[in-house]
């Protein structure tokens, strides 16, 4: 039985980012009030990493450890993460209309909350605009680095574990 060849963490981050922008592209085509749907792009995500880890441990023979499948998890969600802001930028640029379509959702939410004044909402929506670029690199920095350790955690506890013969000894 020919034993199958392991796939790197770039390989594995690429096509699990082409799906996760895939999905979000349809989603901004789809969507006329801002943006919706996106815990569809991180399902994709968890089960992209968890797919590529169990292959990943399949073909090294199920004799990596829960760290070495967690590392390879978490490289390729930096991966995702990093061609997934480059993706959203790209967008940003070439759709200027989205942009304001979030500045506008934004004010809906904040418009919903009755605490606040008009002043209060009329100053989160400048530094909202003033700022766009921050925010929307580090809340995708923060939440794909969240969702790809949850991924990375998740396939390395449910990939097989056949310990070798050095973690025996001791």
């Known amino acids: 039985m020919d034993q199958e060849k392991p796939i790197s963490h770039i390989t594995a981050g690429l096509l699990i980012a082409a ?6 592209f349809v989603l901004m085509l789809v969507s006329s009030n801002g943006p919706q749907g996106g815990w569809i792009t991180y399902l994709a995500n968890i089960a992209g990493l968890v797919y590529f880890i ?8 199920n004799s990596l450890s829960f760290g070495e499948l967690f590392s390879y998890g978490f490289k390729a969600s930096t991966i995702i993460t990093l061609l997934f802001i480059v993706f959203l930028i790209v967008v940003s640029l070439a759709y200027p209309q989205w942009k304001q379509t979030f ?6 939410e904040l418009e919903k909350q ?3 004044k008009e002043a209060d909402i009329e100053r989160t929506i400048q ?4 700022y766009y670029w ?11 680095v969240f969702i790809g350790a949850v991924g990375s955690l998740i396939g390395a506890a449910i990939s097989k574990k056949r310990p070798s013969q050095e973690q025996t000894r001791y």
Not at 19 to 24: F, L, N, R
Not at 54 to 59: I, L, P, S, V
């Open 114 to 116: 009755k605490a606040l």
């Open 127 to 130: 530094n909202i605009d003033k």
């Open 54 to 61: 169990q292959r990943y441990a399949k073909a090294n023979d």
């Open 19 to 24: 799906i996760v922008v895939g999905i979000t």
């Open 103 to 108: 500045i506008d959702a934004s004010r809906l």
């Open 134 to 144: 921050i925010y929307v690199a580090g809340s995708v920095l923060f939440v794909f």
